[in-house]
């Protein structure tokens, strides 16, 4: 919906709510004509249900209005004696609008000097439930966000595993633009598993007022403009969600609204300038290892590197034993029994299974292993032992493809290298043609909404002849550390401003082996209560905490036991 049909939708919702409560207010000693008046009928609501004031702030905020209005509704019932259960259950299921009947009945009394208390156990839990869901909605919304890192994307500068917070407010925090949702939850109702929302309305973008500026080489949660998807790590076809219910990301911001922005080899450069990472960020790259007498994955793994992958060969493999293995293997190789080969990440075969099921298994040597490193640790890598040379995989071969920004057969870049390509800036105007139509097509039509049309002879914005075009949002380039097993802006190009989540601060938990079971779990002590960013190597703060929770529970039987000594 458009400012201009919420405004129509929100005199509308006046008039109803004029022609459902007049008598009501009537009633309670007040004017008829103040259950018309915007805002200050509210406010004169809250006084009828003996409500504090500020209950009509909480109307305007987008998912904790859902709640209050309920609420409401029964408060209002009950300030005129109507207390039983089918009074509650009709005025919630007709939405309200069961207040009606109350109000045009011919008994009408309002009961001024009424208990605010919950007359059972039940009815004073349930109200602290709905309170502190009011509350925590808030803070979810507006201030900090609960965010687990799913996939690899940004290792090793954020783990899989990693418990975030997320910072609504850094970049200033986006109101929800879906008008109803759950509260609590983002696009899916867990257990349930169906949508947690419905599509329409949805309230026009809004922005609070930020912080700071998301600067270049910042990690940034956002909610990812591309074809969105129901849940990770399930292929299916485009599922076109809200804004703020698509899934979300997090990347690393490597190009602000203005950069010029260029691959070359692998290496950002921003502007003519090769992109300097902060201290504690770890990008990765695929690199080969060779030895003339193999790369052992033990001797690998003894000097602390885990991002490879290891081949197996299995004579005696059965379907049931092949079922048991399914879980820790990512492919697998020959066609026969005989020739039965299988690629696993770099923990190998669990040797339970292999025992359990007698199976004859052994690891293939090879000459040449790929494997994710950092600069640094191809550096270390190669004064190893046994290892002859190690070489960074370069894609250097451009020729015509789809796969990557922007998607056209036209482009031969690929991701190592790419671009030049020019970051849209809100405000900046750009020469529009046929040759680069394909890098803002999605920008003019889907982000900024305008009718788009492209022939042999002319580009068309709004059904106008146009051969420029005036950017209305700013955008960004996000990549991830993990550079060759990342999906990002190299695929599916600029991140508008409207889409900026927030800004990971902090890292509470870390888990490593988290999607392999919990028998499998590993806490990364070394990582809880670390910040994300900063100088210096990572250090937790843990201890300080652990220290002060013992300090003031110390404290606090203190205080008990003095107090008990006095009785």
């Not at 060779?290 to 299995?314: C, H, M, P, W």
């Not at 359990?356 to 298994?361: A, I, N, Q």
């Not at 046994?386 to 990557?404: A, L, M, Y």
């Not at 036209?410 to 139509?437: A, C, H, Q, S």
Request: include cysteine; glycine fraction near 6%; hydrophobic fraction near 40%.
């Amino acid at each position: 919906m458009t400012f201009s049909e919420w405004v129509l939708f929100f005199f509308i919702i006046q008039g109803i709510h004029f022609m459902g409560t007049w008598k009501l207010y009537k009633a309670a000693g007040y004017k008829s004509w103040q259950a018309v008046v915007p805002i200050y009928n509210a406010i004169i609501l809250m006084k009828i249900i003996k409500r504090p004031g500020w209950w009509v702030v909480l109307l305007f905020v987008p998912t904790i209005n859902l709640i209050l209005f309920g609420v409401i509704w029964v408060e209002t019932m009950r300030s005129f004696g109507k207390n039983t259960i089918k009074d509650t259950a009709l005025v919630l299921l007709t939405l309200g609008l069961y207040i009606y009947v109350i109000n045009y009945s011919d008994k009408l009394t309002h009961i001024a000097d009424r208990s605010l208390r919950p007359r059972t156990g039940f009815g004073e839990t349930l109200s602290s439930i709905l309170w502190a869901v009011i509350l925590a909605t808030i803070v979810h919304n507006y201030f900090i966000q609960p965010y687990i890192i799913p996939t690899g994307s940004l290792e090793k500068s954020l783990l899989i595993g990693d418990f975030l917070f997320v910072s609504k407010f850094h970049y200033g925090a986006r109101a929800p633009m879906t008008a109803i949702s759950a509260p609590m939850v983002h696009d899916t109702i867990p257990g349930l598993k169906i949508r947690s929302y419905l599509k329409y309305p949805q309230y026009p973008y809004l922005r609070l007022p930020r912080l700071q500026k998301i600067r270049r080489n910042d990690i940034v949660v956002f909610s990812w403009p591309a074809d969105t998807v129901r849940q990770f790590f399930v292929r299916e076809k485009r599922v076109d969600k809200p804004i703020d219910k698509k899934s979300n990301y997090v990347k690393r911001c490597v190009g602000v609204p203005g950069d010029t922005l260029e691959i070359i080899d692998g290496f950002v450069h921003t502007n003519g300038i090769k992109n300097v990472l902060p201290e504690r960020a770890r990008v990765q790259y695929t690199f080969h290892a060779y030895a003339k007498k193999g790369v052992s994955s033990r001797k690998l793994l003894s000097q602390g590197f885990e991002d490879f992958n290891r081949t197996y060969k299995i004579d005696n493999i059965t379907e049931n034993s092949y079922q048991k293995i399914i879980p820790h293997i990512i492919g697998r190789m020959g066609n026969t029994i005989e020739n039965f080969k299988v690629v696993t990440p770099s923990k190998g075969l669990p040797a339970d299974i292999i025992f359990e099921e007698g199976l004859r298994v052994s690891e293939i040597l090879e000459l040449k292993k790929e494997m994710s490193l950092t600069l640094e640790e191809a550096s270390i890598l190669r004064k190893i032992s046994g290892i002859d040379s190690v070489n960074r995989s370069i894609n250097t071969i451009k020729i015509p493809n789809e796969t990557f920004f922007p998607n056209k057969i036209t482009y031969n870049w690929n991701e190592d290298n790419f671009g030049p390509i020019v970051i849209p800036k809100k405000g900046m105007k750009v020469e529009l043609n046929r040759k680069n139509i394909s890098l803002y097509k999605k920008i003019i039509s889907e982000y900024e909404g305008n009718k788009l049309e492209i022939n042999l002879s002319q580009i068309k914005v709004n059904d106008i002849h146009v051969e420029q075009y005036t950017f209305k949002k700013d955008y960004y380039w996000m990549m991830g550390d993990n550079r060759h097993k990342s999906e990002d802006s190299r695929f599916w190009g600029f991140v508008p401003d409207d889409h900026i989540v927030g800004k990971p601060i902090f890292i509470w938990f870390s888990i490593k082996g988290i999607n392999d079971g919990l028998k499998n779990w590993k806490i990364r002590w070394d990582r809880v209560f670390t910040t994300v960013d900063g100088p210096g190597e990572r250090h937790s703060y843990f201890p300080y905490f652990a220290g002060f929770v013992i300090l003031w529970q110390g404290f606090v039987f203190y205080r008990r036991k003095k107090n008990k000594l006095k009785e």
